[in-house]
Nanobody, 125 residues
């Protein structure tokens, strides 16, 4: 079982910055693909950024050039550096872990995807 815990959310002014952190309990964190999703009021959950176990990165068009995803495998942690924040970025941000399919197939894990509890980011003037 993978446990994900987010932190770093809060209230900031437009143009400000935040850094979100997500700590994972999994001892083999380094082989998991990790990411961040967001869910704004009245909207469905949407992809923000992904980082693979090999370091490949992809971003939603709305955050490209402003947000940076990174990971520190020694600390079992993934980060989201959020710069030039806009009011439209206001949402609950969720940490995501993708389990390697072979771990499900062998019974070591029982889910393909795990989610954190979410952390609120509010951008307001």
């Amino acid at each position: 079982q993978v446990q994900l815990v987010e932190s770093g959310g809060g209230l900031v002014q437009p143009g400000g910055s935040l850094r979100l952190s997500c700590g994972a309990s999994e001892r083999i964190f380094s082989i998991y693909d990790m990411g961040w999703y967001c869910q704004a009021p009245g909207k469905q959950r949407e992809l923000v950024a992904l980082i693979s176990s090999g370091g490949s990165i992809m971003y939603a068009n709305s955050v490209k050039g402003r947000f940076t995803i990174s990971r520190d495998n020694a600390k079992n942690t993934v980060y989201l550096q959020m710069n030039s924040l806009k009011p439209e970025d206001t949402a609950v941000y969720y940490c995501y872990a993708k389990v390697p399919p072979i771990m499900v197939a062998t019974g070591e894990e029982y889910e393909y995807d795990y989610w954190g509890q979410g952390t609120q980011v509010t951008v307001s003037s």
